[in-house]
């Protein structure tokens, strides 16, 4: 098994720029969820799915932020007009449905200057 | 929203000696889990431990639901167990919100 791929590994840009992150879950795991790690705050959940429909999103912190998953296969965590505060590592995770076990990707560094 | 207090926050350790790390929660969870994030930044699975005991080679964990707190064992450590460890637990009503814990930085000197 491949494990949860995100794309890129590593993005850099302007302030006011949009960014687009990627993440391909496990084959046959129902449930997808976006984390946010920090040195201020640590790891925190941004949004989940499951079976493709967002069941929590009140972890997003603000408008500027959206995600979506077009199929069960594929979610896209987006974040326009970047700042440079949304500097940090976004980690996507999944699992086989609710309360089972999580296994994250590696993870996207996000530079915004 | 449920608490997760890990202790201690840092821990330094001579390669070969063994180590406990607690875990502490304020109400039930239907989900805990250890994982090691390895200087790379990887988050790596270590346990689906929201009760009882399991053991992986040098690791060991146990949670004991009612007294809310889980540890995990390290024993004979090496110096690539080196990192920081976070026990994360959904207690939200079996949604699958994982909340974290400020984690323990482990340091093993060989």
């Known amino acids: 098994d491949a494990g949860v791929i995100q794309s890129p590994r590593h993005e850099v840009t302007e302030m006011g720029q949009e960014v687009t992150l990627r993440c391909k879950p496990i084959?046959?795991?129902?449930?997808l969820f976006w984390y946010r790690q920090t040195m201020m705050r640590g790891l925190e959940l941004l949004i989940y799915?499951?079976?493709?429909?967002?069941?929590?999103d009140s972890g997003m912190p603000e408008d500027r932020f959206s995600a979506k998953m077009p199929n069960a296969s594929f979610s896209t965590l987006k974040i326009q007009p970047s700042e440079p505060r949304d500097s940090a590592v976004y980690f996507c995770?999944?699992?086989?449905?609710?309360?089972?076990?999580?296994?994250f990707g590696p993870g996207t560094r996000l530079t915004v200057t | 929203g449920i608490q997760v207090e890990q202790s201690p926050p840092d821990l330094i350790l001579q390669e070969g000696a063994n180590s406990t790390l607690r875990c502490n929660f304020s109400?039930?969870?239907?989900?805990l889990q250890w994982f090691h994030q390895n200087p790379w930044g990887q988050l790596i699975n270590l346990f689906y431990?929201?009760?009882g005991t399991k053991q992986n080679g040098r690791l060991s964990a146990t949670t004991v639901a009612t007294e809310r707190y889980s540890l995990l064992y390290i024993s004979s450590s090496q110096t690539t167990d080196s990192g920081v460890y976070f026990c994360?637990?959904?207690?939200?009503?079996?949604?699958?919100?994982?909340?974290f814990g400020q984690g323990t930085t482990l340091q093993v000197k060989p």
């Open positions: 995770a999944s699992s086989p449905g609710y309360s089972y076990e999580q296994y």
């Open positions: 084959s046959g795991h129902n449930s």
């Open positions: 799915f499951n079976n493709n429909v967002p069941i929590d």
């Open positions: 109400d039930s969870v239907n989900n």
């Open positions: 431990i929201p009760s």
């Open positions: 994360a637990v959904d207690g939200s009503g079996n949604t699958g919100k994982l909340i």
